[in-house]
């Protein structure tokens, strides 16, 4: 399949027309790029699962240009939810609801639930209004692969896969939306994001966060998010996150580094480029510039045939824990407290 590589402002139309005819299109949001189909067409849902190589049971978000379409999607929209929608969407989070029938099982995985998002991003919802109709999309990398925060990432994983990709340059967040389940009694956090547990708190003060956040979930275990159970973020590089005061990781880092003389070793680093022998790239100097960067780094490391990553890691506030969410994934959980 030729795919073609869009203009993010004379090229919209094109984009909608792929969609309403049952094609995938790639479209920048702020948090990372999404792989679009109808939310409405199972047929085309089921071109997004085989092309991203993603297991048929974990379900897409149905992406909306306003956040009043809705309830062309979802039904039951407790005042909570109402709560968290007024204040942050448009924005980096995702809703969970019950679904209407008009959303194919497909698109949820089976689930009578689905999840909604109405990016910020003015391309993405130009690209959506010009479809015509909801957009279901992942992320549009390679299952199991970091997330793309730019079309030059899109284009690595999914060349010759997918009909189109809007290049929209790099995403302002760089780390996926927060997910909220709004359909239990206590509104619970599934996945950190932009939008974080304080911002939430200050409108939702009862509001939960899902355990399996910061853990693996167990074989036995069925996650309230489908795709928590996922390896996920897995660049080719053995990565290990070192955790604690800014001394006391320099120096486990630099004893790492001296161990594994023989490998081809990256540091991604917040503090100083204080390393020998080793590739660095900068994560940034606090958790907002560090989600924006991770995917990239990750994704840079592999290019460079980094065997061997180790991530300097301090402060998991706000921002942090959306952050350490997603480099513990990234790591397997090999984490090194000092
Ligand atoms: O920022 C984002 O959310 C990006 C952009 C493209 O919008 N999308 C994204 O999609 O990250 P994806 O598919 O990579 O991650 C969606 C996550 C998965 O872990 C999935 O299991 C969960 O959302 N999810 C989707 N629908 C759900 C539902 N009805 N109930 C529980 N979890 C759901
Ligand atoms: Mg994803």
Request: proline share 6%; with cysteine; hydrophobic share 40%.
């Amino acid at each position: 399949m030729k795919t073609l590589i869009l203009n993010d402002s004379t090229d919209i139309p094109v984009a909608g027309r792929i969609i309403r005819d049952g094609g995938l299109v790639a479209f920048p949001t702020e948090t990372v790029y999404g792989l679009g189909a109808s939310a409405y067409s199972d047929t085309a849902a089921k071109k997004i699962y085989a092309a991203k190589g993603r297991p048929s049971d974990n379900p897409l978000i149905v992406h909306i240009c306003d956040a009043a379409k809705l309830c062309d999607v979802a039904r039951d929209v407790s005042d909570a939810a109402k709560t968290v929608i007024d204040r942050f969407m448009p924005g980096p989070i995702t809703v969970i609801l019950k679904k209407k029938a008009c959303i194919p099982d497909s698109v949820t995985g089976g689930l009578g639930t689905v999840g909604i998002r109405c990016p910020e991003n003015p391309v993405a919802r130009e690209f959506i209004r010009a479809a015509g109709v909801p957009v279901a999309a992942p992320s549009a990398n390679i299952s199991g692969k970091p997330s793309p925060t730019s079309a030059r990432h899109v284009i690595d994983d999914m060349m010759g896969k997918i009909d189109a990709v809007i290049d929209g340059g790099d995403c302002t967040v760089g780390l996926e939306s927060t997910i909220v389940d709004m359909t239990a009694d206590i509104p619970v956090i599934l996945r950190p994001g932009a939008v974080t547990y304080d911002m939430l708190k200050e409108v939702i003060p009862d509001i939960l966060i899902d355990k399996n956040i910061l853990d693996t979930v167990a074989d036995n275990e069925a996650p309230k998010c489908p795709g928590t159970k996922y390896k996920h973020y897995s660049p080719d590089a053995d990565v290990f996150v070192i955790e604690g005061e800014k001394e006391k990781v320099q120096v486990k880092i630099k004893e790492l580094i001296k161990e594994n003389a023989a490998k081809r070793v990256g540091v991604l680093f917040m503090y100083d480029a204080v390393y020998d022998d080793a590739v660095m790239l900068c994560a940034g100097r606090d958790n907002k510039e560090y989600a924006h960067n991770l995917f990239n780094a990750l994704r840079e490391f592999d290019r460079l045939g980094i065997e061997l990553v180790f991530a300097e890691f301090s402060d998991d506030t706000g921002y942090g824990l959306a952050v350490k969410n997603r480099l513990y994934k990234a790591a397997g959980h090999k984490v090194i407290y000092v």
